[in-house]
């Protein structure tokens, strides 16, 4: 019988031999990652520019496990039901299917979070590192319908024409995600791999794990060691970007979002970094406080440890 991916909340608790409140109270202290189970749902398949724009390739369905922020996990324990209208990545990418590349909007308007729709064919999209966002539904927007008949109005009254939007006349439609962006509670799952890692942190497995982690960790970061103070972020940071000199920030960006989902990061090895999406990583300090860190001030500090090997000979990054 081939091994279960996933668990509820519920299994979970029974495999642990613990209660589900407890499996739950794992998951709001970060101790537990969950992930949320879609059906078959329509996404727009995006990736980042060089510049850090979100950019829409094209639109599939998709069915499977997705991995989100933190942040929408502990919403969806607070509030039973969530509305993801953003960015999130499938666990198992071949359970992707049915892509075009073309918009499937009727205008060209764009939700706000894409700046553009290039269409690109699949063999080049799945070359790259994509994340989905459930596809909203276009809707008349009736504020636009309300602001137009106001300028009218004032326009026959010969008065000054004050719309509801000062700046910009608002769009003539709106995005509704509730269609397939909608999640509950009892689409809330938890992978195989870390529930094992939960129950049985010093297997075997686990022991060669953190071996081959102890190796990566002994990189000598020269950039840290140079500075008077250091974050627990920092050494992250700079690790990333020692084992991936050559690649840009945004792409530092997204491996370090790729890596800190899986069983043996090569970047986060002490698990600092509690949660992380397209704008913003989440991590924890040495007080056990927790800090965000946004993307401009990641790409900051990036272009600061490139610019100290630049002119350091202290070490060669090949």
């Known amino acids: ?11 979970a608790a029974q495999v642990a031999n613990t209660s589900e409140s407890e499996i739950t109270h794992y998951i709001e ?3 537990l990652p969950a992930c949320l189970l879609s059906g078959r749902r329509q996404y727009i398949v995006t990736t ?22 933190s942040s929408w996990i502990k919403s969806l324990l607070e509030h039973e039901e969530i509305v993801l209208d953003k960015l999130a990545q499938p666990i198992y990418t071949n359970d992707l299917q049915g892509y075009s590349p073309e918009s499937p909007f009727s205008s060209e308007l764009l939700p706000e979070l894409i700046k553009a729709w ?7 999209a799945n070359s790259i590192p994509y994340r989905l966002i459930p596809l909203p539904v276009e809707k008349p927007n009736s504020w636009h319908t309300l602001n137009n008949a106001l300028k009218l109005m004032q326009k026959a009254q010969g008065t000054d024409s004050k ?13 509704d995600f509730n269609l397939n962006g909608k999640f509950n509670l009892i689409d809330l799952r938890i992978t195989t791999g870390d529930l094992n890692k939960l129950i049985h942190p010093n297997s075997p497995e686990y022991t060669e794990n953190q071996s081959a982690n102890k190796e990566l960790g002994e990189i000598k970061l020269n950039w840290c060691d140079s500075r008077k103070r250091n974050s627990q972020l920092d050494p992250v940071i700079e690790r990333l970007f020692i084992l991936n000199s050559e690649n840009s ?17 090569q970047y986060d090895l002490k698990g600092v970094v509690t949660g992380m999406d397209v704008d913003s990583l989440d991590w924890e300090t040495t007080q056990s406080g927790s800090k965000s860190l946004t993307r401009k001030t990641f790409f900051n500090k990036i272009s600061e ?13 090949s």
């Open 163 to 175: 719309s509801l939007s000062a700046e910009h006349d608002i769009p003539p439609i709106k995005f």
């Open 249 to 265: 920030a945004p792409e530092l960006w997204e491996l370090l979002m790729s890596d800190i989902d899986e069983d043996e990061p």
């Open 305 to 317: 440890i490139r610019e100290f090997y630049k002119n350091s000979n202290s070490q060669n990054i």
């Open 1 to 11: 019988m081939a091994e279960r991916k996933y668990y509820t909340p519920a299994e």
């Open 29 to 31: 202290t970060d101790q």
């Open 48 to 69: 980042r520019a060089d510049n850090g724009d979100l950019i829409a390739l094209g639109s599939a369905t998709f069915a499977g496990l997705l991995s989100v922020h």
């Open 118 to 124: 290039q269409p690109t064919n699949w063999e080049k």
